[in-house]
């Protein structure tokens, strides 16, 4: 079968998602095209912006390439305050950017999730309309229960790596780090009513085309409403500070998994991931022409960024007023694609599955 007969297939199966990972320069060009046919079909020309806080970087796990992993003991542990929070959530509400996520190192505490809940609370409180998404790890099924109770919409848990054997490649083996407890709570998160987001590190050491093209399925067969990717970046201090991409082309392969995913759940948001703009000046912009419809621009505090090192990064500017959280949604956008404000960002993928 010929590329473009391939590219119009309606179904894929392993061995047709590693030929589309797998292409030419000329092939390439193709399948980008087409999944910004189909992006256009399902979702547009328009851009998601998420206003991006890290909660906190204390960690209870110890993920081998993750820079805030517990056994770093050279990281500044710190946890935002509530006014810091409150900050954020009157400059997403204020900008119009419409939603913001919450992302933190894994914590269970009672004091956590309370915590958590008073964040939601009050954000419901001023403003109801504001989208939340919540990527705050493995928690037990009351928790996701809870916070979804008190008004968090998204919840996104990255399998990281969909093949149990190989995910004990890069996390220890043991109760903490449980490929099949994973697995559960992205099914808890699902059965709470979150719209689920998952996704994969691209260009782990002993990944293939093959094992990516199975991480696509994976995603598909969980039938996901979200996805968030991006390229592993190793991080000083931690057990995999000089592990090597497989991939000689690291921004090409990201690209192609995102465009992927575009051309195979249609109508799901991508993210265009920070990690993509780490590994190429452009990272963003490219992953939103390959597919992606999601940014988020970052609005911790720049001390408190600096601290939330899962990888090695460039920092970003600062984002202190409306003003300057808009432009810097808008800076990755390319021509062509434009951002949606005053919107909660709901994928068209989660509105058809629970209108119907
Ligand atoms: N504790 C939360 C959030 C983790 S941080 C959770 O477990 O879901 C968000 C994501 O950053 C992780 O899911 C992982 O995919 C990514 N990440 C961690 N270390 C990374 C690295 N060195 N390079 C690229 N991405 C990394």
Redesign the pocket.
């Given at each position: 079968m010929d590329f473009k007969t391939l590219l119009d297939k309606q179904d894929f199966d392993i061995e047709d998602i590693v030929r589309l990972l797998d292409c030419n320069p000329a092939e390439e060009a193709l399948l980008f095209a087409k999944a910004d046919e189909v992006r256009l079909a399902n979702v547009g020309n328009g851009v998601y912006g998420r206003a991006l806080i890290e909660l906190t970087n204390y960690?209870k796990k110890d993920?081998y390439?993750?820079?805030i992993r517990k056994s770093n003991k050279s990281v500044e542990r710190y946890m935002l305050d509530f006014e810091q929070v409150k900050y954020a959530i009157h400059l997403a509400s204020d900008s119009g950017i419409g939603s913001m996520a919450i992302?933190?190192?894994?914590l269970s505490s009672p004091e956590f999730t309370d915590f958590v809940i008073r964040i939601l609370n009050y954000a419901k409180s001023i403003d109801p309309n504001l989208g939340i998404t919540l990527?705050?790890?493995?928690q037990s099924p009351e928790t996701y229960k809870k916070w979804f109770d008190a008004g968090a919409e998204r919840y996104?848990?990255?399998i990281?790596v969909s093949d149990e054997e190989t995910y004990y490649n890069f996390h220890p083996n043991n109760e903490l780090h449980s490929f099949q407890n994973r697995l559960s709570c992205l099914q808890s998160i699902r059965d709470a009513g979150f719209q689920t987001g998952t996704?994969v590190?691209i260009g782990l050491p002993g990944q293939t085309v093959e094992s990516l093209a199975k991480d696509v399925v994976f995603m598909r067969d969980f039938n996901i409403h979200m996805c968030g990717m991006?390229?592993?970046?190793?991080?000083n201090g931690t057990p995999m500070e000089n592990a090597k991409s497989p991939f000689e082309d690291l921004v090409g392969m990201s690209l192609r998994m995102i465009a992927v995913m575009r051309i195979v759940m249609k109508d799901i948001n991508i993210v265009a991931s920070t990690?993509m703009e780490t590994i190429h000046p452009q990272g963003r912009s490219r992953a939103i022409q390959a597919g992606a419809n999601v940014v988020m621009p970052n609005v911790n505090p720049l001390e408190h960024r600096k601290k939330y090192k899962?990888?090695e990064k460039i920092p970003t500017g600062i984002i202190d007023s409306v003003d300057s959280l808009i432009n810097a949604a808008y800076a990755p956008i390319p021509e062509g694609y434009h951002l949606i404000l005053n919107q909660k960002g709901t994928a068209p993928h989660y509105l058809k599955e629970h209108l119907i």
């Open positions: 960690c993920c390439y993750c820079g992302q933190s190192g894994e990527s705050c790890g493995e996104l848990l990255r990281e996704g590190m991006g390229p592993f970046i190793p991080c990690a899962l990888y």
